[in-house]
C-alpha cells in the first residue's frame, strides 16, 4: 500500500512537467527540447541554495525565475535570432549543463541534514511516504487553478490564439513573438520548480537529472489524451495531472514484474509510443470489426 501511494505522489509531483510542458507542446504546438535543460537547472539552484543555508521556499522560486530566464533565451533564439525552436532548446539545454556544474560545482550535491519543503511542520506526523502526495496536491492545485484562471483571462486567450493560427493572431494585432516568447517562460519556470521540488523530494540533485524529462513529460499528457478523449481544454489540463499519476503506476507495476530501475527509460519510451499508437490500434480494430459485420466504412 505504501508503495502505491508513495507511486501515486511521485504521479502529482511530476504532474508539473506535463502541465508546463503542455503549454508549449500543445497550446504552442510546437516541441521544446529546453526543458531537459531547464528541469536539473531548477534542481541545481534551489538545491545549492538549501544547501548554502537559503530558506527551501526561497530557493524554490528561485529555480522558477532560472527557468524562466532559460524559456527567455530560448524564445529569444527563436523569435529575434530566427534559430529554429527545436535547435534554439538544444543550444540552450546544451548550455545548462556547463551552468549547472557552475551552480553546484560538482556532479551532484545532497541535501543530507538539510531543511526542503518535504521538512514542514505538519508533515512530521504523517507516514513518510504520504509527504508527496500531500505536496504535490497542494502545488499541482495551485499551479493547475492560476493556469485556468490565466488562459481565461485576454491575456491567456491570445496566448491560446497563437498556438491556434499565428498568422490570424498577427492579423488581429496580438504580439506573437511576445506571446510565444512569454509560453516559453512560463512552460520553462515552472519545470524547473518542479525540478526544483522534486530535487527536495529526492535528496539531491544531479547533473544526468535532465535525460529523457520531455518523454516522462509528454508520457502525462499522451497517457491524458487516450484515456479520456475528447475534452475542453480546463479538462485537458486534469487530464494530464491523472496521466502522470497512471504512468506512474504503470512504471510501478513493470518494476513489479522484474524489472531493473536502469530499464526506466527504455519502458518509458515504450509506454509513450504504445500511448501515441493506441488510436490507430483502436481505429484499425474498429475498422476491423466493421467489415467483418458487413458495414462500410465512414472514411
Do not use: C
Not at 509527504?131 to 483571462?153: E, N, P, R, W
Not at 510501478?252 to 490507430?280: E, H, K
Request: hydrophobic share 55%; aromatic share 8%.
Amino acid at each position: 500500500m505504501s508503495i502505491i501511494v508513495s507511486s501515486i505522489g511521485q504521479g502529482l509531483l511530476w504532474a508539473v512537467l506535463g502541465v508546463a510542458l503542455f503549454l508549449t507542446f500543445r497550446i504552442l504546438n510546437f516541441p521544446d527540447m529546453t526543458v531537459e535543460g531547464s528541469f536539473p537547472l531548477g534542481a541545481a539552484t534551489a538545491v545549492a541554495m538549501i544547501a548554502h543555508g537559503v530558506n527551501p521556499y526561497l530557493a524554490t522560486i528561485s529555480a522558477f525565475i532560472v527557468g524562466a530566464i532559460a524559456g527567455l533565451i530560448t524564445g529569444l533564439l527563436y523569435t529575434k535570432g530566427k534559430i529554429p525552436i527545436l535547435l534554439a532548446g538544444i543550444l540552450v539545454m546544451t548550455a545548462s549543463l556547463s551552468i549547472n556544474l557552475r551552480i553546484m560545482g560538482s556532479a551532484n550535491i545532497s541535501l543530507l541534514n538539510q531543511k526542503s519543503l518535504f521538512s514542514a511542520a505538519f508533515l512530521r506526523h504523517l507516514p513518510k511516504y504520504f509527504d508527496s502526495v500531500l505536496v504535490g496536491s497542494v502545488i499541482i492545485a495551485i499551479i493547475t487553478i492560476a493556469l485556468i484562471f490565466f488562459l481565461q483571462t485576454e491575456l491567456g486567450q491570445a496566448f491560446i490564439a497563437t498556438g491556434d493560427n499565428p498568422n490570424m493572431a498577427q492579423s488581429i494585432g496580438i504580439k506573437t513573438d511576445r506571446m510565444t516568447i512569454m509560453g516559453l517562460m512560463l512552460s520553462n519556470g515552472l519545470i524547473a520548480f518542479g525540478g526544483a521540488v522534486i530535487a527536495q523530494n529526492n535528496g539531491y540533485a544531479d547533473i544526468n537529472m535532465g535525460i529523457g524529462i520531455i518523454v516522462i513529460a509528454l508520457a502525462s499528457i499522451i497517457i491524458g489524451e487516450v484515456v479520456f478523449g475528447e475534452l475542453t481544454l480546463n479538462e485537458r489540463l486534469v487530464a494530464v495531472i491523472v496521466g502522470s499519476i497512471l504512468y506512474r503506476l504503470v512504471l510501478l507495476a513493470v518494476l513489479q514484474l522484474g524489472f531493473s530501475t536502469n530499464d526506466l527509460n527504455l519502458i518509458s519510451a515504450f509506454v509513450l509510443a504504445l500511448a501515441m499508437m493506441l488510436p490507430q490500434i483502436r481505429h484499425a480494430l474498429k475498422l476491423d470489426t466493421m467489415l467483418k459485420k458487413g458495414v462500410a466504412p465512414h472514411d
